[in-house]
């Protein structure tokens, strides 16, 4: 594993300001490197075909130049900066790439990405919206079909033993990424909101185990950190889908609050729910992203009233606030994202009746607004403040 | 509020886009300048000082507290501590007119609603990136027409028939105007026009708040007659304007020095200050 | 300007009465109450209407409010109500608007005043569709649900395979036939829960029967329109849609494309056409119209340049066509159909190396109807439709050839979106480029 020497929050710094650096390094040996979408994408299964999976994603300082030449500008503004990464060639390491079906911006652009970036491998991923059990019967083919796709690709099986192999590490990783945001329930959190991002984002840009490393080695350090001492700040919770970037981060920790917690597509919701490790695997994987996962593209129905609905969809969400005692929540969405927009009053009045008050910033993937979302954020926490 | 000792002065100053504010509170005397910000945020900022300073016959060493507020507040290197726009309008309203449950802030890059209670913010909406709403699209309009911004509110004043201007993108408005324009359509009754939609845009926004009477209206937007009409028949009732819109957030500023030197004086800490010096060394940033 | 716009000529007399299919469906809707019937909020296209309609449940199409509300011009206060309650104005403006209107009927506890055709009555469900169609199918009927908590919401699902380049769908189309009978079987416990009447199956049998004949006609009619001159125009389809997209397994829908077929065969036997001297044909290549501004079409009419064929809500095809399984099971052939309404292009796009489905489509609408050109309509708040229109254009010009193509952009609901005055230039330079096309192909085809 690559500089020994760095310490774990150097190395997540170094990754996460080069993204995608370690696995150019791999491709170099001559890995296969696949690049995915979303939270979704079920990466036990990429390990387990031996290829590096990579989260794909954008810049926010990087002006969209591009991809307005093939993406209308109503799609996702973050596909959009990927995409415009992508054509000026910095994905060009990749073998290949996962589009799972999760939003418009992403289905609809599907032929864009295969058609314009010519990998080697490509595989649209059709996961359906629902959690019934027709749906989970479905996804269970339709995990086979990739499966295939993945054995066609790199030229050989996975074996039962390599999928569960991959679903322990994958697990695994989850556990300790968990136990490191276990750090951010004290008083003053032994790692900023900011360096959590890193650590997040260079955590999907790495294999597996050395993913596991890398946060054992930053949780290691953290917790020999002196406890802090400082007066009684605002302890902020971000919600949203992709937020990739320290920019929003440094903007909420620059007005004297503390980041403590997210529901983030590459934060929490990565590292909340296991996959079964016992029992058919495939199953297992299925009703991690289906069923677990909580995220606006997967229709929730598993109450009996619109209330029980509610706490079925967002409960997780109160249990973030009460458990890393949380004073306001930033509900930070993409423009022109209908998933999570037409969200918005629901989760907004959700957060609210638990008593925590909740800023909603709309917005796009872009530090071209950043000084109007810094007031907001700053008039937020003078308001919570009181 | 804690009587303050004689001799001290707090300063408020609110540096917007176009305009930048200052408010200086002395024992039962308010001075209050206004000038142009320009691109120079930090000279100018300097000079309105200077100025409200020669009006108040103090320099700068007597301001016991700086508050910088507005867009460029992080630009005013004397000030002592910066606070939002927002939590100062809400605190400098409730003093101009008490009985205001609502802000409505019409600025020259962004428009903004509050709600308040005892001075305090309880929820607030800000536009997004989008002109429509604010200063600027009125100031492009009035542009393309021709009419001096200043101009404008009189002149929709003096409409038959408010034009129906169905763009509230600036761009867009901006062609519709012109080829209404083209078409025979009067002047002012394009302004009335106008001073529709940029109303539709606000109350649109401020609608988000669920907001109480009484509504205020502060900002450069609230010095123009003929927007205000128009808000007040998108609302259905009349909105309270203070006597200058223009210096409530650098008037909310100065207060909230005033209140939080005496709290800090409560519990005998001292606040830090910044050096007082009118520095012009650090313009490159 | 809407003092001085042109209302837009309609030119079949059937286009005419397409209204009227719309306002009954709304009025339908108010009069369910008095009838003892449910109202289902319901949403276009979603393979579930020949189920509802066997069930006697009235269908609320809220799509076709939102529409009639703007092509009223009447949407903005639906707009603001919802935006008051912090949904963005970039997210779908169907939804909005409906949601907008749903929430002001919830605080009056009627239908608010002056409503375009008075309104849609109070859902007694609804039936949402988690299709690989739009994300606001399942977003919409959750956010629904927020104003009227007691309204039960139920969500199917109806997918398809995915076009791929180098793998059969056919090895898959079984395994998303299973899964989309398996949804409507589901959908049908449903409606039975909620209506507590048993499916009579011979019925929906009959119902399905009965949409495959008006496919039929349906398909029959439009394919009249290659005709030179064209008898109809995509102006008037997007009035004709109606029956086939709101009304369809009813016997209303059938007549009416029968009616609509004489009509056609009489002018094309008159040899009347939509405009007196057609000058240019082009297909209508994606999007849904900005419903407030159909005079569009008539801009385009004036200027000699007709509409012979639509993609857009032509969601049909000749059974025959689709080639589909023999089945006794009425819910497994809606199925089939639905699959293979999207696969029967795959097999076309596969022979052309660097072509897709969709763009497949476009080449044989412009083959068959002798077009010269295509236009496409990219709708602001809707990523569904109009996402990769830029795509498709570009790998129409790459895999068959340089077509001129036109991108007008607007919005279905909000005029805020769209720029007249913009959009007439654009259609002006576009009917330059045409002439000069044509000019050439003249100079071409006289040759040395």
Same mark, same amino acid.
């Given at each position: ?24 390094? !791999?491709?170099?040996? *001559? ?11 079920? %990466? ?6 031996? %290829? $590096? ?206 980041? $403590? ?9 990565? @590292? ?8 058919? !695997? ?105 | ?5 004689? *001799? ?184 009335? #026009? ?33 927007? $205000? ?6 609302? *259905?009732?009349? !909105? ?8 409530? *957030? ?36 | ?20 299919? #719309? ?155 299973? @899964? ?27 119902? %399905? ?156 609408? !412009? ?82």
């Amino acid at each position: 594993m690559a500089d020994e020497q760095l310490s774990g929050l150097a190395t997540a710094a170094k990754y996460y300001s080069d993204y995608g650096s370690r696995a150019r390094e !791999l491709k170099s040996m *001559g890995k296969k490197v696949i690049g995915y979408f979303s939270s979704l994408c079920p %990466v036990e299964i990429l390990t387990a075909a031996g %290829v $590096v999976p990579v989260r794909m994603k954008g810049n926010v300082s990087e002006a969209i130049t591009r991809a307005d030449a093939y993406m209308e500008t109503m799609i996702c503004p973050f596909v959009r900066n990927v995409f415009d990464a992508a054509i000026k060639g910095k994905y060009r390491y990749l073998d290949g790439m996962v589009m799972p079906h999760q939003c418009d911006s992403l289905d609809r652009t599907s032929d864009i990405w295969d058609y314009n970036l010519g990998f080697q491998y490509y595989h649209f991923l059709n996961y359906p919206h629902l959690a019934d059990d027709p749906s989970i019967e479905f996804t269970n083919e339709i995990l086979r079909i990739f499966i295939g796709t993945l054995e066609k690709f790199t030229g050989r099986n996975i074996t039962d033993q390599a999928l569960a192999d991959a679903v322990r590490a994958h697990n695994n990783n989850r556990r300790v990424m968990r136990e490191l945001y276990g750090l951010r329930k004290e008083d003053v959190p032994r790692i900023s909101g900011a360096e959590m991002m890193q650590v997040l984002i260079a955590a999907v840009s790495l294999p597996v185990d050395e993913s596991t490393a890398l946060i054992r080695r930053v949780t290691e350090e953290v917790t020999n950190r002196a406890p802090g001492f400082s007066a009684k700040k605002a302890r902020i919770m971000l919600v949203g889908d992709q937020i990739d970037d320290i920019a929003i981060v440094n903007a909420i920790e620059g007005t004297g609050a503390h980041l $403590v917690m997210d529901d983030l597509s590459v934060g929490s919701k990565m @590292y909340w729910d296991d996959v079964a490790e016992t029992g058919d !695997l495939i199953q297992g994987i299925t009703d991690r992203y289906l069923n677990k996962l909580k995220i606006p593209t997967t229709f929730v129905s598993a109450g009996n009233t619109y209330e029980e609905n509610l706490e079925a969809r967002f409960g997780h969400v109160k249990s973030h606030i009460k458990d890393f005692n949380v004073d306001g929540v930033i509900l930070f969405i993409y423009k022109y994202c209908d998933p999570y927009g037409f969200e918005v009053p629901a989760i907004k009045s959700y957060i609210e009746s638990v008593g925590t008050p909740v800023i909603y910033i709309e917005d796009e993937y872009s530090t071209s607004s950043l000084g109007r979302v810094k007031t907001r954020i700053e008039a937020f926490l003078e308001m919570i403040a009181g | 509020m804690t009587q303050v000792e004689s *001799g001290n002065y707090f300063a408020g100053v609110d540096i917007g886009s176009t305009m930048t504010k200052v408010v200086i509170l002395g024992e039962g005397k308010e001075f209050c300048l206004i000038g142009p910000t320009g691109p120079e945020h930090r000279k100018m900022a300097n000079r309105v000082m200077e100025e409200a300073l020669r009006s108040a016959s103090i320099s700068l060493e007597d301001l016991t507290y700086i508050i910088a507020t507005g867009y460029g507040r992080i630009n005013v290197p004397f000030a002592d501590r910066q606070v939002t726009e927002i939590t100062c309008h809400a605190k400098g309203m409730a003093r101009l007119i008490p009985s205001a449950r609502t802000v409505i802030d019409i600025g020259g890059q962004d428009s903004k609603g509050i709600r308040l209670e005892n001075g305090k913010v309880i929820d607030f909406v800000m536009n997004d990136k989008c002109a429509a709403g604010t200063g600027r699209f009125l100031e492009i309009i009035a542009d393309a027409l021709g009419v001096p911004l200043t101009k404008l509110g009189e002149l929709s004043l003096s409409a038959e028939k408010p034009a129906s201007i169905s763009n509230t993108c600036t761009v867009f408005a901006e062609q519709e105007v012109i080829s209404q324009l083209a078409a025979g359509e009067s002047i002012p009754n394009l302004v009335a #026009g106008i001073h529709q939609a940029a109303a539709t845009r606000i109350h649109a926004m401020v609608s988000k708040l669920k907001f109480e009477r009484d509504v205020a209206v502060t900002g450069g937007g609230a010095k123009n007659q003929g927007l $205000v009409k128009a808000l007040e028949a998108k609302f *259905g009732f009349s !909105l309270l304007i203070p006597g200058e819109p223009l210096v409530t *957030g650098a008037l909310g500023a100065a207060l909230i020095g005033k209140e939080m030197c005496a709290r800090a004086a409560r519990k005998g800490v001292t606040l830090a200050r910044k050096p007082r010096q009118l520095s012009e060394a650090s313009f490159c940033c | 300007m809407s003092e001085i716009r042109k209302p837009r000529a309609l030119a079949t007399q059937a286009a005419g009465k397409a209204g009227k299919f #719309g306002r009954a469906n709304l009025a339908a809707t108010l009069k369910a109450k008095e009838e003892g019937k449910k109202v289902a909020y319901m949403y276009i296209n979603n393979g579930q209407d020949e189920i509802v309609r066997a069930m006697d449940i009235v269908p609320a199409w809220s799509e076709n409010f939102a529409g009639v509300c703007s092509a009223k011009r009447d949407a903005e206060k639906f707009l603001q109500k919802a935006e008051a309650e912090n949904f963005s104005r970039s997210l779908c403006t169907y939804a909005t608007c409906t949601i907008g209107f749903d929430i002001w009927r919830e605080e009056l506890g009627e239908i608010p005043p002056n409503t375009p055709w008075g309104g849609m009555g109070r859902p007694d469900m609804i039936i949402g569709s988690a299709q690989q169609l739009c994300d606001p199918r399942i977003k919409w009927p959750q956010a629904t649900q927020h104003y009227l908590r007691d309204v039960p919401v139920w969500m199917g699902t109806m997918y398809y395979p995915p076009w791929d380049q180098i793998s059969d769908h056919r090895d898959q189309e079984e395994l998303y036939v299973k @899964y989309a009978t398996e949804e409507l079987r589901a959908l049908v416990r449903f409606c039975e829960q909620h209506t507590g009447k048993k499916m009579d199956w011979d019925r929906l049998e009959a119902i %399905v029967n009965l949409s495959d004949r008006t496919w039929d006609v349906f398909i029959d009619t439009y394919e009249l329109r290659m005709a030179i001159p064209t008898p109809m125009d995509t102006g008037d389809a997007m009035n004709t849609m109606v029956p086939l997209t709101f009304n369809l397994g009813t016997q209303e829908a059938y007549d009416f494309y029968k009616e609509l077929y004489d009509e056609l065969k009489e002018k094309i036997a008159l040899k009347k056409g939509v405009t007196e001297n057609e000058k240019y044909r082009l297909v209508w290549g994606a999007g849904l119209p900005s419903w407030f501004a159909l005079s569009d079409f008539q801009y385009f009419n004036d200027k000699g340049a007709v509409f012979p064929v639509e993609t857009t809500y032509r969601n049909a095809e000749k059974i025959e066509r689709l080639d589909l399984p023999k089945t006794n099971d009425p819910l497994e052939h809606i199925a089939w159909r639905w699959v293979r309404i999207w696969t029967h292009w795959y097999d076309k796009a596969r022979k052309r190396p660097g072509s897709l489905p969709k763009v497949e489509r476009i080449i044989e609408y !412009l083959e068959d109807y002798h077009c010269d050109g295509v236009v496409f309509h990219c709708a602001y708040s809707c990523r569904s439709w109009h996402a990769g229109i830029i795509q498709q254009e570009q790998v129409l010009k790459k895999a068959y050839g340089d077509v001129p193509t036109l991108i007008m952009e607007g919005d279905i609901v909000d005029i805020s979106s769209y720029n007249e005055v913009d959009t007439h230039n654009r259609i002006d330079a576009f009917m330059e480029t045409l002439g000069a096309m044509k000019r050439k192909e003249r100079a071409n085809s006289a040759g040395p």
